[in-house]
Structure formats: C-alpha cells, structure tokens
C-alpha cells in the first residue's frame, strides 16, 4: 500500500478584494468582496514507502498547500488524501504521530532555549518515554553532531546548525514519513551539503520516506530520487530523476579554445558564441552525433582545450515553469528545455 | 532659515499623523473608557458628598476629562525617542546639519499635536453626555451676558495655552531620560517613575485631595504643570490663578528645555567619542 | 495500515497524565526561558509594582476623603487589585501565547502545533509564557502578605480562587481571539476585550448600573474574577468555590469550542500568498 496518496485534491481560497478608495473601504467593512483563488485544481499522485520524492513548482504553483493538507494542516475543497492509511483532515492528531516535518521558515525548537529542553518537551509532547528518549537523543546527537550546540541556547546558532537541530528534532519520535518545505533555504554550501547527506542517511537508516519541496537543484538530484512538478496548481510532470535528467542529456553545450585561429564553419551548426580561437556550441543531440561534432571540431586545428557539457537540470525546469498554463507545461513534457535552453546557452559558453 | 525648517518638520509629521486617523482608534477607545470608569468611580465618591475639596462631581469628571489629554496625547514621546537612540538611527539624525534637540521637538510634538486636538475634542463630547457642560467659567450662573462670554473665552484660551505648555513641558523632561541611553543601556525604570508620579500628581486625582503636606510638596516639582493646570484652569476658572498657572509652566518650560540640551551636548559629545 | 486503537475505554486516565506531563514540561521549559531574561524581568517587575503602587495611592487619597466607594474600601479594591493581577499573572505564565493567538492564526503559525500529536488548542497556548506575568502572579501575594489577617486559610483560598480567575482570563482572550478566524482579523475585539475586563476588573463593583453588571456576568467576565472572589474571599466562603470552578470550565468549553470551529476555516496563512 502506498504510504502517501493524493486524489483529485483541490483546494480553494476564499480571498477579499482588497478595496480602492476611502468609500470602498468602508463598503468593504459592511459587505466584504470574496474572490475564489483556485490555489490546487485536482492533484493526483502515489508514493510508495522509503520513496524519496522531490516536490518541486514555481511561487505559488501550489505546493506549500498541497503538503498542508498532505499533513492535515488545511483541509481539501475537494479530492482526498491518504498518508500512512489515515485521512488527515479527520486523523490529523494520530497522523503527527508517525509523520515528522522540517518546514525552513517555522521552527518548532525554544528560541531561547537550547536544543536540549526543546528536545525534552518534544519528548512529552511525542509521549516518548524518558529513557526512550534518551536513547534516540543519543542516537541523534552523534548522528547530526549536535554536541557542541546541545547546551547552547537556539538563538545564538548559525541558521546552518540551526536547522540541523531542527532536522534531528523532527526525527526524534522516528517518523515513518518526513515532509520538508524548503529545508535548506538561505543556508551556506556547506551547510547545504551537510543536510542533504543527512537527509539520504536517514532515509537509508530509518527507511523513512521523504517527500520535499526545494528550489535548490542540489538538494534535489543529491536526495531525491523522483520528480513531481507541479505548476497552475497541476501536476505537470512525474517521473523519476533519471528521466528528468535524461531530458536534459538531449542537449549538450562543446566549448573548444584552439592555439591560433581556425575556421568554424560546419554544417547545420553554427556557434553560439565566437572569438578568433575559441567558439561553443549547442548541440541537439537528437540531430546530430556527439562523436561526430566533436571529431570535426577536433579536426579543424590545433586544439587546446575542449569540453562537453549536460544542460544543467535547471534549464529543463525552468522550461516548465516558464510556461503559462497546466496543459501548456504538459505538452513541453514532450520536447522539454527548447526555450530555456537557448536562453542559457551562451552563459554556458562563457563559462 | 532654520525655523522655516522646523516649521516643515512639525507640519509634515501633523499631516502624516492626520492622514492615518485610525491609528488613533485605539487610544480614544481607551480615553473613552477611562473617562467613564472615572464618572463612575467619583459617582460613588460623590454618594454621600457634594464637595469634597472644593471640587463637585461635576468638576471632578471635568478635571478628569482634561487631566488625561496629555497623558494621551503627550505621554509617548520617551518611546519614539529611544526607539531612534536603541536602532542606531541617531548615528545617521546627528550627522544632519540641523539641531537635533530643536529638530526632534518640532517634529515629534508637532505630531502628538494632532492626537492631543482629536482627544480633546473626543473627551469635549464624552463628557457633555456623562455629566453635562463644564462648569461656568465665570463661576456663579448670574454672571450672564458679556462678561460672561468674554470669561468662557478667556478660559477656552487659557485652557489650550496650559494645554501646549504641558505637551512641551512632557516633551522636553521625556526627551532628558530618553537621552540617558546615550550612558545607559536600560533606562526605561526613569521613564516609568516619571510616568507614574505624573499619573498621581495630577492626573487620576486634583492636587488638593492629596494631604496638605504632600499638595505643598508636589507644588515644588514640575508634575502638577503636566496635567494639574490645564485641568485646574478648565473646572476652577480665575484669571489671576490661572495665568499664575501658566506662567509657572513656562518657567518649568524654559528649565527643561535647558536640561534637554545640557543631557544631549554632553551625551552627544560621548557618542563621538564612543561611537555609535 | 496505523491508526488503530485510537481513544478506546481506559484510553482517559493515560491521556490525562500525557497531558499533565506535557502542561509540566511546558511549564518548565517556560520557566527556564524566563530565567533567560532575567534583567528584563525584574525591570518589568519593577514598573509593574510602580504602577499599581500609583493606583494603590491614588485609592489611598480618594478613600481618605470620602470613605468607601461603591461599596468598597481600601482594603477590598487592593484585594480585587490582587486576584486579578494574580488570576491574570497565571493565566500569562501558562498560557503565555494567549493573547497572540490571533496573530498566531493569522500569519499560519498555527501550522507547527498542528504537525504535533497534542491537542492544538493547549499546545499553541501553553507554548509559551509572557516574562512579566510572573510579576502579575506574585503581586496578589504580596499584597496579601502585607495585609492584617492573612492566615493559611485565607492564603489557599486566595489560591483556589486565582485557579478559575485564570482560566476564565484565558478562555475569555483565547475566545476573542479565536474570532481571527472568522474575520481575518479580530485584534482590536480582542484588544478592547482585554481592556474592558481589566479595567473594569479593577474598580469597585457598586459604581457600575445593573445593565452593567449583566455585562460583567457575562461577556466580559470581570464579576468572576473580581467581584465574585472577592465576595467568597472576604466571606471565607469555601462553598462558593466549585461554583467558581463550574463558571471556569464553562467558559473555558465554549472557548474550546470556538477555536475548534475556527479551526475548520484555517488557511494556513496561504492567503498571503494567494494573489488577486
């Protein structure tokens, strides 16, 4: 049985025009103006346990409030949800229990506390044994490497160590499922890096299943093993990263720099970017070979440097989320990146 | 000139406070009810008297009613000014080529001008309706006609003087304890005892209920010239009291418009050294 | 696949002690929170006692003069100053986030007590507490202790009676602030409740008309943590106390109930970002 399952889930909000003029705005207090904002339109989708799934969408596609009612926050307008065999929206309070979430804006550590007392009175809130918890502490602080900060009042942490607390907190009741909303936003390479590693160890270790929102591609190649993208509040795109990323292989940047000047000309490709010595190129690999564009480029002088690049994943998204409406964004999942990839082409070249 | 920039400062910020009349909501809400809590209160004061210390219940809700106007109006300069000195913002008003004492007043008062009128106004109305209209200025009903119009104006006169006397006056001694940040890192205690003695100096209560000796006492500071003498001159209404009144103000005006600038020259001088 | 066995019969008495446990770590984890800050807080004990030190003096004069008010001496207006200041320290200490909630509604705080298996209501009021409302709850006491009379009797009748005070405060806010769910933005209901019940809280019973105190015995509860406390206090009337307790939890159900219905409305603070 899937651990998570999303049906037709739809969600609208009931928003007040905001009034022009003194007079409307006092019409507005007597006779308020709603507006419908179909923030979901009908989201559909499985998750198996220990999948590691990345949920990705431009601002206000939608998935902040697909997660929320995932997790009971809000309830559905219309559709249903199934997480772990309980419907949140009735079951929210059992559902917490085996669910734990990282949301990178919204802490649920004692700010001017350290993590231990945090961590004490999660403990009771989880009605985890005090021995129990001492276990897992244990467990966690070796894992994350909390020690130096155990003691050390959440206020003065760096947001890097902050949120690995956060991260080790959420684990603490050893969720079955982990949601997270943007875990590593504003964090440093570093840090960045340090998350994700953990994240991967705790999906192997507790075979937790993970699903997260991210704008960050690092996180989502280095922990997620596939892609639901939605976009005009629908699912636009869900399939492995694998697949994902062979969307992007079809497109390939060569930059090649030679000793002297040399003529480029070759058939059917023209260079993105040119200087007497060095050049790139674009290439589609569905019209023509690698080998044999690479053959001919080497071919043309003497050559001192040459290299062969994927189109960067963000490329293939942003083709997506450039798009204007749902059906629009499913149809590029056909012939993803055109756009985008020849927006960033020459940027690659200079690189 | 100098003044002409003043000027602008104070009618800029009256304008920016006019343009926001909510934000007043919540401060004439509280007026309103404390001014009828106070009815009541000296509703049950006045059960079994009808004078206590020379005042009526009439009276007494009247002193009340005018006593609050600054507290309500004058009574937040100390916040707004230590906001400026805790964010830093000093570092950047000081630098600008005006003074910043003079700046500070005509703007920050010029402000609370436009709160203190709405007040005012508000507790004109709440009281009519509590208790009636203020008591005759020229004392006894019989001085009718002329002389009487010329009385009731004479006090409306005297009444917004005092009034503008006490907000400068408030201004000038907040602004000496919010300057003490300049050497302080907690110095909001001066303001709360400040705050608190005016409220019982004058405000909640007429200077001539406190015992003789406190009464003689608190004539010496300058609280009862925060609240007590616009209030006085509102309920108990004689020429001769009244600009005795008004004039002690100004004097306590000049003093601590002195005190202001003694604090800031040498608070200032330690900023420049220290840094901000 | 989970969620079996959910609240089946002997279920109760395990809930309870999960939820005494987490009231008393809450607690604790408050209480150390305070200690944080300790400056802050004995500067914010400091201008509590100055303050209600002011009142206390200004009753002192004005019952001075005239005797009792509304039925009230001196001794009684400082024993209501000392339940309510102790019945609204409690309900802060433990249900510090209780004036907060709207905003906590508001802008989708709500979401991190949601995502925890504690009943939202508790966990996002007790999850905090507010410094200066330990000196709020010591002030009752120390008027007490410096009261003629106390005796351990009178002391553990205090406390009994402060126990519904601060539920009722708690349900009462928590109630008014429930009402952001409803309207968007219920602050200033909320803002002029807190002030209509400690205000009137605060004053002697009799000033105040019959229309009044149907008011008071209801939506603004001030005769449940004032008057009628002060009855079963001066009276040492221990049968009255359960009924206080009743009131309490009646109050405190319909407050529940009013969060629980808001809760069905909740947005997650996602209207911010739903644009128009």
């Known amino acids: ?351 | 000139m100098r003044s002409r920039c003043y000027a602008i400062a104070a009618s800029t910020s009256m304008r920016e406070r006019a343009a926001y009349p909510g934000n007043f909501i919540g401060s004439m809400f509280t007026y309103a009810l404390f001014v009828f809590i106070f009815s009541r209160v000296w509703a049950g004061a006045y059960a079994g008297a009808s004078e206590i210390a020379g005042y009526t219940m009439r009276m007494a809700v009247w002193y009340f009613i005018v006593a609050e106007v600054p507290s309500f109006g004058f009574g937040r300069f100390f916040w707004t000014l230590s906001r400026d000195m805790k964010n830093g913002q000093i570092a950047y008003l000081l630098a600008r080529p005006y003074d910043y004492v003079g700046y500070n007043f005509a703007e920050k008062y010029g402000g609370s001008l436009v709160e203190a009128g709405v007040i005012l106004v508000e507790g004109l109305l709440v009281g009519i309706l509590l208790v009636g209209p203020p008591p005759l200025a020229g004392g006894a009903p019989s001085l009718a006609g002329g002389a009487g119009v010329a009385a009731e104006a004479s006090r409306a006169l005297l009444v917004g003087l005092s009034l503008l006397l006490a907000g400068a006056l408030n201004y000038f001694l907040q602004a000496s304890i919010a300057m003490t940040a300049f050497w302080l890192e907690e110095n909001e205690a001066f303001f709360w005892i400040f705050q608190k003695l005016t409220l019982v100096v004058g405000t909640l209560i007429p200077i001539e209920f406190l015992p003789t000796a406190a009464a003689t006492l608190a004539r010496l500071t300058p609280f009862p010239y925060l609240s007590y003498a616009p209030a006085r001159i509102m309920v108990a209404y004689s020429p001769g009291e009244a600009w005795s009144l008004v004039a002690a103000q100004a004097l306590w005006l000049v003093l601590a418009a002195a005190l202001a600038r003694i604090v800031f020259s040498f608070g200032s001088r330690r900023l420049s050294v220290n840094g901000g | ?276």
């Open chain 3, 1 to 276: 696949m989970l969620g079996t066995g959910r609240n089946g019969p002997g279920r109760l008495g395990g809930r309870t002690r999960a939820y005494a446990r987490f009231l008393r770590d809450a607690f604790v984890v408050n209480l150390k929170a305070t200690l944080e800050y300790r400056v802050n807080f004995i500067m914010q004990f400091f201008g509590m006692m100055l303050n209600n030190a002011a009142f206390a003096a200004f009753w002192l004069v004005l019952i001075g003069r005239t005797g009792a008010v509304g039925g009230y001496g001196f001794s009684d207006v400082m024993l209501i100053w000392a339940l309510v200041s102790t019945s609204f320290g409690l309900a802060h200490v433990v249900f510090g986030n209780v004036r907060q909630l709207g905003r906590i509604i508001m802008e989708g705080g709500l979401d991190v007590y949601l995502l925890q298996p504690k009943d939202a209501w508790i966990n996002v009021l007790a999850s905090r507490t507010v410094v200066s409302a330990w000196g709020d709850l010591a002030y009752g006491f120390i008027v007490l202790a410096l009261m003629n009379g106390t005796n351990l009797e009178r002391l553990a009748l205090f406390t009994a009676l402060a126990v519904p005070g601060a539920l009722i405060f708690a349900a009462t806010f928590a109630a008014a602030e429930s009402l952001t769910f409803f309207m968007g933005n219920s602050s200033a209901v909320s803002s002029a409740l807190t002030e209509f019940m400690l205000s009137f809280s605060l004053y002697p019973e009799g000033i105040y008309g019959h229309g009044m105190r149907w008011i008071l015995y209801s939506i603004v509860p001030s005769g449940f943590v004032a008057f009628m406390p002060l009855r079963v206090f001066r009276s040492l009337d221990w049968g009255l106390v359960p009924l206080l307790y009743l009131v309490a939890a009646a109050y405190v159900g319909l407050s529940y109930w009013l969060f629980r219905a808001g809760l069905r409305r909740y947005e997650s603070g996602n209207r911010m970002d739903a644009r128009v």
């Open chain 1, 1 to 351: 049985m899937p651990a998570i399952i999303a049906r037709d889930l739809s969600k609208t909000f009931k928003t007040k025009v905001r009034p022009s003029g003194r007079l409307a705005a006092l019409r507005s207090l007597v006779k308020p103006e709603y507006r419908d904002v179909r923030a979901v339109k009908g989201v559909s989708f499985e998750i198996d346990d220990g999948e590691l799934v990345a949920f990705l969408g431009p601002n206000g596609a939608g998935k902040s409030t697909t997660i929320k009612m995932l997790m009971g926050i809000l309830r559905p307008t219309g559709g249903s949800a199934t997480v772990l065999g309980l419907d949140p929206a009735e079951d929210r309070v059992e559902l917490s229990r085996y669910v734990g979430a990282v949301f990178g804006q919204k802490s649920q550590l004692w700010f001017h506390l350290p993590p231990s007392d945090s961590f004490r009175l999660l403990g009771s809130i989880y009605e985890i044994d005090d021995d129990d918890r001492r276990w897992r502490e244990a467990e966690l602080i070796e894992r994350f490497g909390l020690a130096p900060y155990w003691d050390v009042p959440v206020r003065k942490l760096s947001l890097g160590e902050r949120i690995r607390c956060e991260l080790a907190a959420s684990l603490l009741p050893s969720p079955v499922a982990l949601f997270l909303d943007e875990p590593t936003i504003g964090l440093d390479v570093v840090a960045k890096r340090e998350i994700r590693q953990l994240l991967a160890e705790a999906a192997r270790v507790d075979d937790t299943t993970i699903f997260m929102t991210s704008h960050d591609m690092g996180d989502i190649e280095k922990v997620c093993k596939r892609a639901i993208i939605i976009h005009h509040g629908e699912v636009v795109v869900d399939e492995s990263m694998k697949a994902l990323k062979r969307r992007s292989l079809s497109r390939k940047y060569v930059g090649v720099r030679y000793a002297s000047p040399v003529d480029l000309e070759l058939p059917g490709l023209s260079p993105v970017k040119r200087t007497p010595t060095a050049a790139s190129f674009e290439v589609d690999t569905s019209r023509h070979s690698l080998a044999e564009v690479v053959r001919a480029l080497a071919s043309r002088g003497d050559l001192e440097d040459i290299t062969v690049e994927d189109e960067p994943l963000e490329n293939v998204i942003a083709a997506i989320y450039e798009t204007r409406s749902g059906a629009e964004a499913q149809a590029l999942g056909l012939n993803a990146s055109k756009g985008a990839g020849a927006a960033r082409a020459g940027e690659a070249a200079s690189a």
